[in-house]
């Protein structure tokens, strides 16, 4: 066996060719401990049942490979997932980092991550900056993963997780310095146009219920007032042609400063502004 056979195998089965090449390193990691210098020496290795199985339900179901394995990479670190959070995305990236960015320049204390998920953004925060973050998910069985990310990172107090829709969970005289979110932003008649993978993420990470996709910032922009320090700034991942309506909302409720980030693929994928 050689990871060319396994690129073909799942090439074959639809993946683009980027892809199979990224996977099959994935795969031969995952189940056989051999790195790409490992195989770079000696090309040809034993096969494994288990690699076997789980590269034959890649290219049957198409289920997402982060799933079948149980992990994914975000910022360079592992994260646990299943299929009760959203796979972490490369564009996710950019909003952690602005956030970063603006924590270490306004020495920002207290953060909140608004649908935690994985705990993906909460993580990176906490471990990368001095604030405390608290990521609140709707979830239970999200804030499982995002609490078993939080350990195994060594987060322990500094990424803390609660339950909570949105605010429903946090008290009135409770403030932070910086909301974040990467809310669930497809819009539901999407739905039938989306690759098979994606399929498989919870509907509930997804899927915002009107027709622009932009329920929960409305519902964030504007509750988050009563939640932020004085000059305290929201900030957000947004989907592709979002950024202008959720920066006017932002202005429209009390928000300046605004700044736009665009991600690698040259679409608006940040928003940030600040409590006026
Ligand atoms: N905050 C998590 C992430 O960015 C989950 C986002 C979501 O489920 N919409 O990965």
Redo the contacts with the bound molecule.
Sequence with gaps: MNKKIIENLLEESGISSFEAKVEAMMFIKHYLNLTAVDIAIEPEFEETKELMHAIEERTSTKRPIQYIIGQAD?MKEKFFVNEN?????PE?EY?VLSAIEDIKKYGYKKVM??????????CMIAKNTDAQVI?V?ISLE?LEIALDNSSKLGLFNKAIFRKSDIFSNVKADEKFDMIV?????IKLSEKPTLQKEVTF??E???FANDENGVEFYEKIISQAGDFLNPNGELIF?VGINQAQYVKSFMEQNGYGNIEIVKDFANIERVVKGRKI
Excluded: K
């Design positions: 975000f959070v959203l796979i972490p995305r996710t909003l991550d608004i649908g935690t998920g994985t705990g993906c953004i909460a990521g998910d999200a979110s990467n809310p669930p932003y993420e919870p509930c990470a997804l991942e």
